[in-house]
């Protein structure tokens, strides 16, 4: 694969992308789900019936983007600190979107 010096793609941007696009269509469909359109409510409900795995992989996205930021640390922080910003905030997410399906599987009776 091609480093981002050489003008290649760079897959934690790509990371960033997936998981931007996939919170895009996440929390219209958990929170407004008369107002979204068809295909975001049934993003959603898809993801909510396989949450266990769902998470899994999103662990594995943002774990990735945090190790990311950590080792490469000081270089964001001088010239792209767009990346370190997004980490915070897709992190941020995950914890919520974890933190709303546990309670979401609490009210439904899935956990005892």
């Known amino acids: 694969m091609k480093s981002e010096k050489s003008g290649g793609i760079n897959i934690i941007v790509i990371l960033m992308i997936v998981v931007l696009v996939y ?10 789900p008369t107002e979204s359109p068809r295909f975001v409510l049934t993003f959603y ?14 662990f594995l996205g943002i774990a990735s983007l945090f190790v990311d930021a950590i080792s490469k640390f000081d270089e964001y922080r001088e010239k792209s600190n767009w990346k370190l910003i997004a980490t915070f905030l897709f992190t941020c997410a995950f914890i919520a979107r974890f933190l709303l399906g546990m309670i979401d599987m609490y009210m439904e009776g899935g956990v005892r």
């Open 23 to 32: 919170n895009v269509f996440y929390w219209p469909g958990k929170f407004f």
């Open 45 to 58: 409900i898809s993801v909510k019936s396989h949450w266990g795995l769902m998470m899994l992989l999103e």
